[in-house]
């Protein structure tokens, strides 16, 4: 295979009614631990590098990491782009080879935004690539308060900014927030159904880490072909490398603890595409 357009990968999940695990790396270890979890499972997987990620590797040493990497799995994989409000890193990352990018233009006015994303879409066609959009933006848990909504458009401004950008994947508020949920989140499924069936557009289902395996089996079966887990990594990630030092005190041998680092990364991406219904649908 492997690497396919995150088109193809989200297409045919929301067709089928599967999600795909789109699953923020921040090294190589991580990176190799996804797609290693996605090649056992046979399933199609998405490796989301945040912005952050981007600068603290370097966008050229991340792409050779992606590519020599990537090049070794048999099922099918993209490289996406998460939230990113830097037009200039977003033209750079296409360019580079990004399969998709999430243009946060979140904190412009739905009409800048509408104008940006409409370059980027026609940007992003050049290279095969996808656009997600998004108008609300995602707060941390820990800056919300207890059943705060964000900043939520209107079903007719969300609907209208699909049609009129041409995104190929939209990003809307529901009551999600990235992070830990201090409860389980309340989330308004219905939204997501009426933008599918206004729009025909798959959604992508954000503040995946601590929603039930009920929430996101019914989530989507609405139309979230794409489910974004970023917190369970960097938990499973910190929290095995803590434990083993804990259990193994004064053990100062890096490839041990990065094969305890690796395991626990494999077992939550295993976990979380089990989840989403997309084990055993790679082609
Ligand atoms: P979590 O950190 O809550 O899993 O959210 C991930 C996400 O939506 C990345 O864009």
């Not at 290693?36 to 952050?52: D, N």
């Not at 048999?74 to 999430?102: F, K, M, Y």
């Not at 990235?178 to 159904?193: E, F, I, N």
């Not at 004064?250 to 603890?257: A, C, T």
Request: proline share 4%; net charge negative.
């Amino acid at each position: 295979m492997p690497v396919v357009s995150t088109r193809e990968i989200v297409t045919r999940a929301y067709e089928g009614r599967y999600g795909v695990a789109a699953i923020n790396v921040v090294n190589d270890l991580t990176m190799d631990a996804v797609l290693a979890a996605a090649e056992e499972l046979r399933a199609p997987v998405i490796v989301q590098t945040s912005v952050k990620t981007v600068k603290m590797t370097g966008l050229e040493v991340l792409y050779s990491m992606w590519t020599e990497m990537a090049r070794q799995v048999t099922v099918p994989v993209a490289i996406h782009l998460d939230h990113c409000p830097d037009r200039e890193l977003i033209s750079q990352c296409l360019a580079q080879g990004w399969n998709s990018v999430l243009f946060d233009g979140s904190a412009l006015s739905v009409e800048d935004n509408k104008r940006q994303c409409i370059d980027i879409v026609a940007e992003a066609r050049r290279y095969g690539a996808l656009v997600e959009g998004e108008i609300e933006g995602f707060k941390r848990v820990e800056e919300m308060a207890d059943d705060e909504r964000l900043n939520e458009q209107s079903l007719e401004t969300a609907v209208d900014f699909v049609k009129s950008t041409g995104v190929d994947v939209f990003a809307p508020a529901i009551g999600n927030a990235h992070g830990m949920y201090r409860a389980t989140p309340k989330l308004d499924s219905q939204r997501v159904s009426d933008i599918v069936a206004a729009t025909g557009v798959p959604v992508a289902l954000h503040g995946g880490t601590g929603m039930t395996p009920e929430q996101f089996s019914d989530l989507i079966g609405r139309g979230c072909a794409k489910v974004n887990i970023s917190t369970a990594l960097k938990i499973a990630f910190m929290k095995s490398g803590y434990d083993f030092m804990t259990d193994h005190p004064g053990e100062y041998d890096p490839p041990s603890i990065f094969k305890a680092q690796r395991s626990a990364v494999m077992d939550m991406a295993k976990s979380h595409i089990r989840m989403f219904g997309s084990e055993g649908k790679a082609w």
